[in-house]
């Protein structure tokens, strides 16, 4: 080895198993170790000659050759580009921000959700947590930064929707902690120290046709947006459920000719398919259970001035900041406190409204068959499915006169839903 010169070009002096001495054009020597991982032939390099002696040289080509028995790459590669890895990954956690995985957590669980439900969840996001901790590092949020921002919420009296947000929290953060971003979930130890629910009860509504029509008023005059309040109209006046007028499409109305301002020969007809109503999981594919809703006349007029706004979409009344996505779930709600109905009349009362007012008419002329129909007009599907759905078009003709009946006592008085257009071109 101490004999070997440089010559002209680089060479080689070979000992066994791969080790050989690489004597290069400028006379260094190295001892190095030609072997193949993974099918690929590689190099490794021990140290120059004669600090490194060829005892030692053979003694590390000895250890190469154990490590490579046990499928690991003697030249640290891997190690290397693991480490690499982790390092990486630890400084994207770093710099990651609470709304960029919240969103990745939403792309990931949205196919679950109906459409409905998954406008609700981002848009409980993005109106009440992505404004205070959308831009922070996700690893720098603890269980006070996310108490402070529920807090907010609680602060204008939504209890239900604080509580809503924490569970949307801490998922988020389960996703991060299984995609190894962080390792704990500041969200899941704050559930107890939110206000509690309030009990339980029957939805705060007003039953009485006279000051049920007051909610009304009170709404339409005040400075809402014009999507709103034709929102709460309908509400009223068909006593579905506030998400099947939130995420009403255009295409689920029939029998409505949208130029002409009376009925045609066929009477309106709003078709809520199966997918967007209260019912367990594994009915919401049968179209069995779509509901019926037949529409007075004061209802379509409400669709036809709502359409000069939003007819070229797919909603019938979509949010204010995107149009593909339901108006807030909360806006009709929040609209009836600010007027003064807080803890009196919520959107859900309608139906409260609808079925009081009725059944005491039905009670009043002895019409004995109308409980039935009107429990069926709410949707409240009975156990046997069978019946369900054989009544699904079931006393068509009564419901309609019903819900003539219902929208001729609450709108007694109320202006056009078009003056609420003409209303908001004027201010």
């Not at 002329?365 to 369900?388: Q, S, T, W, Y």
């Amino acid at each position: 080895m101490a004999n070997a010169k440089p010559k002209e070009k680089a060479y080689k002096l070979n000992d066994s198993g791969g080790l050989f001495l690489y004597v290069a054009k400028s006379g260094l020597k190295s001892w190095r170790m030609k072997f193949k991982f993974d099918s690929k032939e590689k190099l490794l390099t021990f140290g120059s000659y004669p600090d490194i002696t060829l005892k030692d040289a053979r003694s590390k080509r000895d250890q190469a050759r154990v490590k490579i028995q046990a499928n690991a790459d003697p030249s640290g590669v891997r190690t290397r580009q693991r480490q690499a890895r982790e390092q990486k990954r630890a400084e994207q956690a770093q710099l990651l921000k609470f709304e960029a995985a919240a969103r990745a957590w939403f792309d990931l669980q949205n196919g679950r959700w109906t459409p409905v439900h998954a406008a609700d969840v981002i848009n409980s996001l993005e109106r009440d947590v992505f404004p205070t901790m959308g831009a922070l590092p996700i690893l720098s949020i603890d269980a006070p930064t996310v108490l402070k921002t529920l807090r907010r919420v609680e602060s204008r009296g939504a209890i239900e929707t604080a509580r809503r947000l924490r569970q949307r929290i801490s998922a988020v953060f389960s996703y991060a902690i299984s995609e190894g971003i962080c390792a704990n979930d500041p969200a899941a130890i704050v559930g107890k120290a939110l206000k509690p629910l309030p009990k339980k009860g029957r939805q705060p509504a007003l039953t009485d046709p006279e000051q049920a029509r007051g909610v009304l008023v009170a709404a339409e005059a005040s400075g809402a947006s014009p999507i709103t309040k034709l929102a709460s109209r309908l509400l009223a006046l068909t006593a579905a459920r506030p998400g099947m007028v939130r995420g009403a499409e255009w295409a689920e109305f029939e029998n409505i000719d949208w130029d002409d301002q009376v009925f045609g020969p066929s009477l309106p007809l709003w078709k809520v398919p199966a997918s967007r109503m209260k019912l367990d999981l594994h009915l919401k594919d049968e179209q069995e259970f779509e509901h019926l809703i037949p529409l007075s006349w004061q209802a379509v007029e409400v669709l036809r001035a709502v359409r000069r706004l939003t007819g070229k979409g797919r909603l019938v009344f979509p949010g204010e900041r995107h149009s593909h996505r339901p108006l807030c779930e909360n806006a009709i709600g929040y609209h009836y406190n600010r007027v003064g109905f807080y803890g009196r009349h919520v959107p859900h009362g309608w139906r409260s409204s609808f079925s009081t007012t009725m059944n005491a008419r039905a009670f009043k002329f002895r019409i004995m068959g109308d409980p039935e129909i009107i429990e069926l007009m709410l949707a409240h599907v009975p156990e046997n499915r069978v019946k369900a759905a054989y009544d699904r078009a079931g006393h068509m003709e009564r419901r309609r006169e019903l819900s003539q009946e219902w929208a001729d006592i609450l709108m007694a008085g109320m202006s056009s839903a078009h003056d609420l257009l003409e209303g908001r071109r004027r201010n």
